[in-house]
């Protein structure tokens, strides 16, 4: 099966300028998260997608990031205005409900840099 | 919320020796602790993982430990070779609901030929 896979792998901008990172799920995982890892830190929790509601949010930082997910299936977290602290490594999760197993499969992240 | 801790944040071992990355948690609910590695330039990606229900578990050459009393968790890997280099990151949740995952902070492992 494909994997979940995320794009831009790479996204350089400017301070005040918008950028959307994108994120298409396991097809069928109806679980999709969405990390920030800013560097040297820890895998944080920015929010949790069951199907198309959100089930969580309560780590996106502030109301500069929005992120939606279109009919259940691929989902975008847009920045807007960027800012220099955003900078890190966004990953996106997804995993399947009810069955046995718990993990999530990650997709290779979105680097990105404010500058 | 979860809270959990990593140790060491690096950790260089020769080829051949054993590597051990601890892991303490806060919430004694979590019940599910998995372990991810992540390469350069690719997602963390799921190795192992244990329930509550068991105290250890082994696969090959990597096996984690639980002490549920303790609250705290430690990943084993045996006979190490060059393409274990890698941040390793361990993590914990309640396996109920829609609880999520929280991580630690990953533990750069090196090792020399």
């Known amino acids: 099966e494909a994997g979940v896979t995320q794009f831009p792998s790479h996204s350089v901008i400017e301070k005040g300028q918008t950028v959307t990172l994108r994120c298409d799920p396991i097809s069928g995982h109806d679980n999709l998260y969405w990390y920030r890892r800013v560097m040297g830190k820890e895998i944080k929790f920015l929010l949790h997608?069951?199907?198309?509601?959100?089930?969580?949010e309560s780590g996106m930082p502030n109301n500069r990031f929005l992120a939606e997910r279109t009919g259940g299936t691929y989902s975008t977290l847009k920045v807007q205005p960027a800012e220099l602290e955003d900078s890190g490594v966004y990953f996106c999760a997804s995993s399947q409900t009810g069955g046995p197993n718990y993990g999530y499969t990650f997709g290779s992240g979105t680097r990105l840099t404010v500058v | 919320g979860e809270n959990v801790e990593q140790h060491p944040s690096t950790l260089s071992v020769q080829e051949g020796d054993s590597a051990v990355i601890k892991c303490t948690y806060s919430d004694s609910a979590s019940n599910y602790f998995p372990w991810y590695k992540q390469e350069l330039g690719k997602g963390p990606q799921l190795i192992i993982d244990i329930r509550s229900n068991v105290g250890e578990k082994k696969d090959q050459r990597i096996a984690v430990t639980l002490n549920k009393t303790a609250k705290h968790f430690s990943l084993h890997i045996t006979e190490t070779q060059p393409e274990d280099s890698a941040v390793y990151f361990c993590a914990a949740r309640v396996s109920s609901g829609y609880s999520t995952l929280t991580f630690g902070k990953g533990t750069m492992l090196l090792v020399s030929p």
């Open positions: 997608f069951v199907k198309e509601s959100k089930q969580d």
